[in-house]
């Protein structure tokens, strides 16, 4: 895409500091960190959220965030945990429409968190539950077998 500022970065029209770059994805250092170590771990074919991006290029994301993720816990970064994050479209928070895997090292207290409803411990009535998965497994492609 012409305007997308990660395709851009892949073509290096923009600059970044690189990490890790193969044919199918590139990791740069995320230039607004949350934490420190901040990581983007991105496809190189542009896809705005995961449905649209091929199968190759995202396991290819997740083994290399794997690698990564070993890499930022071993490097001397202060990292306690990491969060893997991905959001999956605009409402979800995604701020760039092209498909983007944050590797968030994390240490207790470091501000950084999700924020859920107030009731999100409370468990749920579980026949609803039930037929939402029923409509979930409808669409499937290849559903698991029913439990």
Not at 37 to 51: E, N, R, S, T, Y
Not at 63 to 88: H, T
């Amino acid at each position: 895409m012409e305007d997308c500022i990660f395709c851009k970065i892949i073509r290096a029209e923009i600059p970044c500091i690189k990490v890790f770059e193969n044919d199918l994805v590139i990791a740069f250092m995320d230039i607004r960190p949350v934490t420190p170590g901040h990581l983007l771990v991105v496809p190189k074919k542009h896809a705005a959220i995961i449905p649209d991006l091929d199968n190759e290029s995202l396991a290819e994301m997740i083994s290399i965030a794997k690698d990564l993720d070993i890499a930022v816990r071993n490097s001397g970064i202060p990292c306690e945990a990491v969060n893997l994050q991905v959001a999956d479209g605009k409402a979800a928070g995604q701020e760039v429409p092209h498909v983007h895997l944050h590797i968030i090292p994390r240490t207790t207290g470091d501000g950084f968190g999700l924020r859920m409803p107030a009731d999100h411990t409370v468990p749920k009535d579980m026949s609803k539950i039930a037929e939402l998965a029923v409509l979930i497994r409808a669409v499937n492609s290849d559903p698991p077998e029913a439990e």
